[in-house]
C-alpha cells in the first residue's frame, strides 16, 4: 500500500532520547532507519530495522528522510547532540546533505543556513497540542512536589487559556483544586465558564493572587505584573510554563521574595518517548508515511 | 460608575423563557426593564426594575435598548412570541423602533428588514461556547433517557470536535463511556488524542460504529453517509446535534431502520434560564453594560 | 470447564425488561432458557436458546435455575409480571416449584412463603453497587431536565455519602457543579474531602440549602426536616433518590411550596437492560455460573 | 462556646514539619501552642499563640493536651524528633508527662511503654482517608517523573481497591490513562466497574501486566507474585504503595530487572503541611476541640 515515492530509509542524526525513540518509531513501521550521534544509550532496542551508522556519511547515504533535533542548532555552529561522543558540526552535517532528500527539523524559528527545504515539526499544530499534554504532567509532578500542600482542596489560578491553560485547568479541577482562569479574551473565559470554572480578566489578578496557593502562569508576555506579584503570598507556589522570556516580572519577583519556578522544556524532561513517538507522528502526517 | 451615553431602559419583546430571564437579569444589574409580549407566566418575579408594558408602544418608549427573540421571526411577519397573548407584527414593532434605538436579537443570519443595525447575540462566541455547555447536558439527558444501558460502561463515538463534540466527549468519559472521537482534521485528533481518547478520521467510522452504544454528531454536511448508516447496530442510540439539515443520511436511517434522535435546540429546552442568562451576557459585553 | 452439577437450564417467570436482559446474558453464556410471563415483547431476540414456553409448567419443566422477578410480588399473590398477558398466581408457581430448584427472585425483604430457599440477588452488594450507577444517570438526567439551569455554574448539595451519594456528588462536580457533600459521620466528611468538596454535618444543612440550586437526598430516615425545607427556594431543584418514605417532610415541603421529585426505580427506568446484565451478574456469581 | 474543661494549652513536642503545621493549626483556634523539639526551622511563623519552650519541662507545663510525633519514637528510646538541635529521650518524656494531660500520638501499633492513655491519631478513619488523597498526589508526580511517557494514553493496572486504590484509579482516568482494577472481592469489582473501569480478580494479573505501562500496587501481602513479575515488561514503571512489607516478591522482580519504586510516606513528603492539617483535625474531632 505504500507509495513507491516515499521514504524507504531514514536517517536519524543527533538529538536526544525523543529522537531515539522517534527513530523507533519510524523502524516500527518498516522502515530502515540509521542512527548516528545517539551513542551514550546501553539500552537501545537496536534491530534489523534500526541500526547505528558508523558515520555521518554512511547514516545519510541514500536516507529518503533525515530527522534533525530539535532544536536542530543552538549556535547555529553545532548539531544539538548532547548523547554524541564527539560534536556534529552543522557545516558538516549540511556537506553531506543533498538537496533531493526530505529533512525534518525542530527549527524554534531558524531556517537551515542554506535554503535546505525543511519541515519543522515543533512548528506544528500537532505537535504543540499533543506536548501540550506532557507538559501539563510536568506542570502537576511540579506542583505536587513543589508545595507543602495538597493539589486537592487548594486555590489554583491559571493564567491564559490556551491549550495548556485549557489542559492544566481541567486536571487541576479533577485533582479537587478550586480552579480560576484569567484570559483576555470574552471567548476563552466563555470556554472557561462552559469547563465549570470562575474565570476574570488580568484586571482581577492582584486581588485574586493574594488568596490563592498555585500560580500557573502559561502566557507569553508579561502578565504577572510587578503589582501582581506584590499580591503573591510567599507560600504560594507559582510556576512558569510560558516559553522564555515568560510573563512574569522576575525582578519583581526576586525584591517580593517569591520564587518562581520556571519548568520549560517539560516534555522532553517528563516523557521524553512519547515526545518522540509525538514528533514521529508529526512526520508520518507531513509526509504522508 | 456608569457611562450617563449608556442604556438606562430596555424593552424585552417577545420570545420566550430565555427572554424573560434575559429581563431579569438586566433588572438586577440596576436597568429599567420594560416587558411585552411575555404573557403567559403566572410566577413571573415583576419588581420595581422589571415591569410589564401594557402596550408595544409603551414597552419601547425611551427604552435605550430593545432585545428581540431568538430567532427574531420564522417567516419576517410576525415576531417569534411564543408566550404573548396576541401575535405581534413586525411591521408594527418596526414602526415603533426608533433607528437611535440599539437593538440586539436572533437573527440566525436573517437581518432586519430595512436596515436598523442589530447586534447579533446569537453569532457571538460567547453565546456559542456558553450555550454549547447547555447542548452538551441536554444531549447526556437524552442519551441516558432514550438508551436501555447506562453510558457508563457503554461505548461511544463523537463525531466532530469542536466545541460541542470537545465538552460531549469528555462528559462521556467523566460518565465512565469509552470515548472515540471521529474528526477530519490531524489538529484536532491531536487534541483528543491529548484528552485522553482514540482519534481517527472519517474512513474509520463505518467499521467502528458497528460496536458503538452512542454515535453522537455534531458536524453539519453529511459526514453520517449511508455507508455509515448500513453498519449502525439497531440497537445503538444514534443522537443528532448538529443544526439543519444535520449530518445524517435520513433517508438511508428510515430504510435501515436506524432511529435518529433529533435534538435540536437543547439549550432552550433544557436550561432556558441559563440560556436567558447567556444572552444578557452577550449583551452586556457587547454593549459595555 | 462448567461443573457439571451446574444448572444447564434457566427459567425466567415474569418480571419485566430486566428480567428479559437477564434471560438474554443467560443464553449467551451457553444455557437453555424459557422464559414465561415476559409477553408484550415485539422484537425479543429469541433464539434457539432463549425460547418462550407455552405453560408455566413447561417453562419450569427441567429448569435447574429459576429467575424470578424483583421485587417477586407486590401482594403475595400474584408475581410480579407486568408484561405477561395474563396474570400469574404465586400459588400457581409454587405448585410447580420443586426443592431442588435453584430460586433467584428479588425479595426486597420478603420470603418465599412456604420456606424455599431463594437467593435475593436485590440483596448483594454488587447488585446495589452497580445498580447505584444506573440510579446516579437517572438522577443526572432529571435534574438536566427538570431544572431550568444548566448543572454547569450551579450549587448542588448531596445529602448522604453512600455508594449513590459517592458517585452523585463526583459526576455533579465533573459536569462543572460546585458540590457541598453533607453527611453524618467524620469517616464520609473525610472521604468527601479527599474527593476535594466541601463536607458538613447536618447541622449546617438550615443555612446551606438557602443558596443551593440541586438538592439531592440520598439518606433514608428524615433528614431534611421542616427546618431544613424552610429555608429551601422555591426554584431549587429538589430530587428524592432514596428509598421510601424517603428522607423528606413531605408535609412540609407541600405546605411551603417545595416541589419534591420522587426519583425511585431508576435503574429499572432509565437503565433496563443493564438492570438486566447486573441481575445476571449477580446470578452469575451467586451460583458460579 | 468552649467547655471549660476542654484544653487551653497545647504542647507539641518533637516531629517534622507535620507537627509544625498541627502547631499552627492550634493557635489559629486560638489554642497557646508550645512547641519543643522543633529547632531547624528558619522561617517558621511564631506568634503570641505559638512559641518555643526553652526546654521540655516548659513546654510541658500547664499543657492541657500533648502532641507527639507520628510515629512516636523509632526504637522505644528516644522521641521521633528529626528536628530537634538534640535528642529527646523518651523517658525524659515520660518523666515530665502527667497523667492527666491528654495525649495524641502517632503509634503504628506500639503503644506508651507505661500505660498513659493515648489517642493514636494515626489509626484513625479520618487520618487514613485524608492521607490517603496526599499518597495518591504523591504516586501521580512520581509516576510521571519516574516513566518517560505520558500518563495519558497509558495503560495502568491498580491493585487493590480500597481508599489509595479507588482514588488513583479515579485520578489516572482523569489524566487520560486506561484505568484496569484488580481486587479480590467481587463488591471492589462491582464498585470499579459503577466506575468505569475493567476489574478483575487476581488471577487475571498475570496475562494483564504484559500489556501495562503503569502498576501500582496498594495491596500489603504479596499479590505480586514471581507469576506476576515474570511478565512484567521491563519498561513498566511499577510503583509499590502498600505499607512494609508491600506486596511484591522484591526478590523476583530483582531477578527479573523489574525495578521496584518504593513509595512510602508520601503524606508527609509530598504534602507535610496538609499532613499536619490533618493530624490537627483528627486531634480536634478526637477532643472535641
Redesign the interface.
Known sequence: MKDPSLPKKIAVIGGD?RQL?SAGAFAERGYLVSVYGLDVLPDTPFSPNLQKADTLKDALALADLVLLPLPYSYNGEKLNAPLSLKPIAVSELLAHLSRSQKIAAGLLGESLPDGFSVYDYAAS??FA??N???TV??A??IA??E???????SRAIVTGYG?IGK?LA??LC????TVTVIARS??D???A????FDAYGFHALPELVANTDFLFNTVPGEVITREVIEHIRPDTTVIELASLPGGMDLRAADECGIRVISALGLPGK?????AGRIIADCVF?AFGL
Chains 1, 2, 3, 4 share one sequence.
Open positions: 532520547l525513540e499544530e500537532v497540542t499533543k501540550a499534554r506532557a504532567e510536568g502537576i509532578a505536587i512536589r508545595s507543602a500542600i495538597t493539589v486537592c482542596q491549550r489542559m481541567k486536571t479533577d485533582l479537587g483544586a470574552s471567548r473565559r466563555a470556554w465558564w462552559a469547563e465549570g517528563y516523557s521524553p518517548k512519547t502526517e
